[in-house]
């Protein structure tokens, strides 16, 4: 269940898809499932925390770096992660991996040997016979000069009820070269940008992975544009509106303008993305030309988590109205999304090994919390509106007329600006209230030598 993505300058996207499957975990004479898939949604439960932005010591960042990494890029990836850090708070269990780009005339394996070794501690299953072919694909992709970015994670079996939990957050930030071998121009913002798309995942990962694609990947790009104009950049790129109006909707308009493949995107495909052709429990709809609809995810659930806060602010006028601010932060039931969703075991019946985030129950889990949010009575309601919205009658909408909803530059640039994270920390989504927390697994120890009843697997979930 591993998915890699190489990106090509500035933000276009190619995917390719790795197929795993990992034995099941058995703690305590409790069976955890079986990985199955490169993106299926699996559990709905994480151990991961989160703590305020201030709370020095907590929850804290490792870096781990190839022998000749540039200092001026590792410099930019912590500026975008300080940046996710002061609006989201401060997720446990993270760790980058900064690998050195090499030109085809300075060949260095060497320089990779650490960082190999150490990635492979990251993501061992102390069950199983995972073998780090990530780390070898990672040096590959690295020594070829390709961008190669994602976000993986290692999954806890909880002890106290045998189910499956996310528990430390990985990630890979490599930036690709030229064709003469030099970084891009740029690369500094780009770094930037991919340092708090990745760390929006992590973030998002608190909450396990019934998520929908739309929503992980679709909000990490939404944060990509509120960040694109904050004063700690290297250099400004653009305002969030620009962002958006660059990056986003033109891609809105050429999916939705193929009206014969993907006329309602968001509400046939934008939940479930498919593991490939060997799934043998595909989503509902499997995506028809999908090298050029996979990119649906990112942008037009960019535009769809813009919605979700225009009609939340529409239908929430009279109690002061919501913001980005509210969808991503609140804590207060119903004013915000993600800390919102609420996680209850066995709330509703849910096969990791068949089901979709698509087959979350209205009423339930990350659907729930998108209504109470947006006010709408259910998420197929919400859908509907979208789709009008976007295409009403068949007729895409221009860039201009889709990026009405938009909240103003000067507001996103002074609630973000104004805004830094002080909740009190998020405990993990956990299948018992006595889970025994992993904590922080920043410093990936054998954790089986301090909790004896948990084990941990390799999860080879990744998003990017």
Same mark, same amino acid.
């Given at each position: 269940?591993?998915?890699?993505?190489?990106?090509?300058?500035?933000?276009?996207?190619?995917? %390719?898809?790795?197929? %795993?499957?990992?034995?099941?975990?058995?703690?305590?004479?409790?069976?955890?499932?079986?990985?199955?898939?490169?993106?299926?949604?699996?559990?709905?439960?994480?151990?991961?925390?989160?703590?305020?932005?201030?709370?020095?010591?907590?929850?804290? =960042?490792?870096?781990?770096?190839?022998?000749?990494?540039?200092?001026?890029?590792?410099?930019?990836?912590?500026?975008?992660?300080?940046?996710?850090?002061?609006?989201?708070?401060?997720?446990?269990?993270?760790?980058?991996?900064?690998?050195?780009?090499?030109?085809?005339?300075?060949?260095?394996?060497?320089?990779?040997?650490?960082?190999?070794?150490?990635?492979?501690?990251?993501?061992?299953?102390?069950?199983?016979?995972?073998?780090?072919?990530?780390?070898?694909?990672?040096?590959?992709?690295?020594?070829?000069?390709?961008?190669?970015?994602?976000?993986?994670?290692?999954?806890?079996?909880?002890?106290?009820?045998?189910?499956?939990?996310?528990?430390?957050?990985?990630? &890979?930030? *490599?930036?690709? @070269?030229?064709?003469?071998?030099?970084?891009?121009?740029?690369?500094? /913002?780009?770094?930037?940008?991919?340092?708090?798309?990745?760390?929006?995942?992590?973030?998002?990962?608190?909450?396990?992975?019934? =998520?929908? *694609?739309?929503?992980?990947?679709?909000?990490?790009?939404?944060?990509?544009?509120?960040?694109?104009?904050?004063? %700690?950049?290297?250099?400004?790129?653009?305002?969030?509106?620009?962002?958006?109006?660059?990056?986003?909707?033109? $891609?809105?308009?050429?999916?939705?303008?193929?009206? $014969?493949?993907?006329?309602?995107?968001?509400?046939?495909?934008?939940?479930?993305?498919?593991?490939?052709?060997?799934?043998?429990?595909?989503?509902?709809?499997?995506?028809? /030309?999908?090298? &050029?609809?996979?990119?649906?995810?990112?942008?037009?659930?960019?535009?769809?988590?813009?919605?979700?806060?225009?009609?939340?602010?529409?239908? !929430?006028?009279? /109690?002061?109205?919501?913001?980005?601010?509210?969808?991503?932060?609140?804590?207060?039931?119903?004013?915000?999304?993600?800390?919102? =969703?609420?996680?209850?075991?066995?709330?509703?019946?849910?096969?990791?090994?068949?089901?979709?985030?698509?087959?979350?129950?209205?009423?339930?889990?990350?659907?729930?919390?998108?209504?109470?949010?947006?006010?709408?009575?259910? &998420?197929?309601?919400? !859908?509907?509106?979208?789709?009008?919205?976007?295409?009403?009658?068949?007729?895409?909408?221009?860039?201009?007329? @889709?990026?009405? =909803?938009?909240?103003?530059?000067?507001? &996103?640039?002074?609630?973000?600006?104004?805004?830094? /994270?002080?909740?009190?920390? $998020?405990?993990?989504?956990?299948?018992?209230?006595?889970?025994?927390?992993?904590?922080?697994?920043?410093?990936?120890?054998?954790?089986?030598?301090?909790?004896?009843?948990?084990?941990?697997?390799?999860?080879?979930?990744?998003?990017?």
């Amino acid at each position: 269940m591993r998915q890699i993505v190489s990106l090509v300058p500035v933000m276009m996207m190619m995917v %390719s898809t790795i197929v %795993s499957i990992s034995g099941p975990a058995t703690v305590a004479g409790l069976t955890c499932p079986s990985e199955s898939g490169c993106n299926r949604p699996m559990f709905k439960h994480s151990t991961l925390t989160i703590a305020p932005y201030a709370a020095v010591g907590s929850n804290e =960042i490792t870096y781990q770096e190839s022998k000749n990494f540039p200092s001026n890029l590792k410099q930019s990836v912590e500026t975008g992660i300080d940046m996710a850090q002061k609006l989201l708070g401060k997720v446990s269990g993270v760790s980058v991996f900064l690998y050195e780009s090499q030109n085809s005339t300075a060949q260095d394996a060497s320089a990779y040997t650490d960082i190999d070794s150490e990635w492979c501690e990251a993501t061992r299953s102390v069950l199983g016979d995972y073998g780090c072919d990530e780390s070898q694909r990672n040096r590959e992709k690295a020594m070829a000069g390709t961008n190669n970015v994602y976000a993986s994670h290692r999954d806890a079996c909880q002890s106290d009820c045998g189910k499956g939990a996310v528990g430390a957050v990985p990630m &890979v930030i *490599t930036s690709g @070269l030229k064709d003469d071998g030099s970084y891009y121009d740029d690369v500094e /913002n780009q770094m930037t940008t991919f340092a708090i798309h990745e760390y929006t995942h992590a973030f998002q990962m608190h909450w396990g992975k019934h =998520i929908p *694609t739309w929503l992980m990947e679709g909000g990490a790009v939404f944060l990509e544009a509120v960040f694109s104009n904050d004063n %700690s950049r290297a250099s400004r790129d653009q305002t969030f509106s620009e962002y958006f109006k660059s990056h986003i909707l033109p $891609t809105v308009r050429d999916i939705y303008s193929d009206q $014969t493949n993907f006329a309602n995107w968001l509400t046939k495909f934008g939940s479930d993305r498919k593991c490939g052709d060997s799934d043998t429990h595909p989503p509902p709809n499997v995506m028809p /030309n999908e090298g &050029v609809g996979a990119a649906g995810y990112y942008q037009v659930g960019a535009l769809a988590v813009a919605f979700a806060t225009n009609k939340a602010n529409a239908n !929430y006028t009279a /109690n002061g109205g919501r913001t980005f601010i509210d969808f991503w932060t609140s804590t207060v039931a119903g004013k915000g999304f993600w800390h919102s =969703i609420d996680v209850v075991d066995n709330d509703y019946v849910f096969d990791d090994m068949v089901h979709w985030p698509s087959d979350v129950p209205e009423g339930k889990g990350w659907k729930k919390a998108l209504c109470d949010f947006t006010g709408y009575a259910t &998420v197929e309601a919400f !859908y509907a509106d979208f789709e009008e919205f976007v295409a009403p009658n068949g007729a895409v909408k221009s860039v201009d007329d @889709l990026a009405a =909803i938009l909240e103003s530059d000067d507001s &996103v640039d002074s609630l973000r600006s104004e805004f830094i /994270n002080a909740a009190a920390t $998020t405990s993990p989504n956990a299948c018992e209230a006595g889970l025994l927390s992993v904590g922080s697994a920043a410093t990936f120890l054998p954790l089986n030598t301090v909790f004896s009843l948990l084990l941990l697997f390799l999860g080879g979930f990744l998003v990017f």
